[in-house]
């Protein structure tokens, strides 16, 4: 089974009324509409992958302007779970993209538990549903960024070239972990860390499926881009008092930048982590069972040669252009790429 197979019945419905907006009458030859069409699909994706974390983010802003102190950590993990049984009941979610999630969960959780010990950040006093000082809604933010990598991994149809092997990215990763713990009793090794994740995948790139176009984006910049994003929305979640870091115990300030490299570092383990669970695909190929960790400029990673690559329906046709061609091409990634 493949990321792309995973819709739900929700998501096809969407898929369906959004193809039919976009397919009806004339296709669009100019190229401001044809980049209009591309960016607002683009964003449209981009907003349905983030639902979960931008949701639970407002949460946090609406509890920190309306919920007294004392109760804010029960009403914040009582409203994550709420959130996370809605994206499943109203089909926004799948139950094997819920695994991820909680893998995701019990990561972030063991690691808050111990950053929090150390003093690293703190959350306010109170609350029932809290295990060693750290209230449970905090597992629910590492959980919402593992929905958005599981999410936008299948909605943009991610293929790779020149993917890092599997094992010595999970190595990398599982170094990355274990030096969140160990850099407070032995030296900071994350520059290290942060070298070899350049060094694996400065070759990677990522083929981005939006609605007719595919774009080639380095692996690197992805990364990074979330990252930014990511240490944004951070702002937010300390702004709203979600934790505090010990230069914002005084008054709220801004997050410092060099956080991002830390959210940089957690990324290329929720990369591991994803790419696990859904095999990262080669670029050449739609299917294939033997995909994991596929590295190198291979024969499977490179654009397909002659007759038409044995008939890919990743390719356009090669018949007249207009109207009708177009939308053979649409109609060939109807399945394999949602607009979600």
Not at 123 to 151: H, K, Q, T
């Amino acid at each position: 089974m493949t990321v792309r197979s995973l819709s739900t019945a929700v998501e096809a419905r969407i898929d369906r009324a959004a193809r039919r907006l976009l397919d009806a009458g004339h296709q669009p030859h100019r190229p401001v509409r044809v980049f209009v069409t591309e960016f607002l699909v683009f964003g449209a994706k981009q907003a349905w992958a983030c639902a979960f974390g931008a949701l639970l983010l407002a949460t946090m802003a609406v509890v920190h302007l309306t919920v007294p102190a004392a109760m804010r950590n029960d009403v914040l993990t009582i409203a994550a779970v709420l959130l996370q049984v809605g994206m499943l009941v109203f089909g926004l979610e799948t139950a094997r993209e819920l695994r991820v999630v909680l893998l995701f969960h019990v990561v972030g959780t063991v690691m808050e538990v111990f950053k929090t010990h150390m003093g690293s950040w703190t959350y306010a006093p109170g609350g029932l549903f809290v295990v060693a000082g750290v209230p449970l809604f905090s597992g629910f933010m590492y959980g919402a960024v593992g929905s958005y990598m599981v999410r936008v991994y299948r909605l943009f149809d991610l293929r790779f070239d020149r993917y890092p092997r599997q094992w010595l990215l999970a190595v990398v990763a599982g170094g990355i972990y274990l030096n969140f713990f160990g850099h407070h009793f032995v030296a900071d090794a994350r520059y290290v860390l942060l070298a070899l994740v350049l060094l694996f995948f400065a070759r990677t790139t990522m083929h981005v499926r939006i609605h007719r176009a595919t774009l080639r984006m380095p692996v690197l910049v992805a990364m990074g881009l979330v990252a930014v994003f990511i240490w944004a929305a951070e702002n937010v979640a300390t702004w709203a008092g979600a934790w505090s870091y010990p230069a914002q115990l005084a008054a709220w300030q801004p997050v410092a930048p060099t956080k991002i490299v830390a959210w940089f570092l957690l990324m290329t383990i929720s990369v591991a982590l994803v790419t696990w669970l859904y095999p990262a695909l080669p670029s050449g190929r739609a299917d294939s069972a033997g995909s994991t960790g596929s590295t190198g400029s291979t024969a499977d990673s490179r654009r397909p040669r002659g007759a038409r690559a044995a008939g890919d329906p990743r390719l356009p046709s090669s018949g007249p252009s207009g109207p009708a061609s177009a939308r053979r091409e649409s109609s060939a990634f109807r399945d394999r790429a949602p607009l979600g």
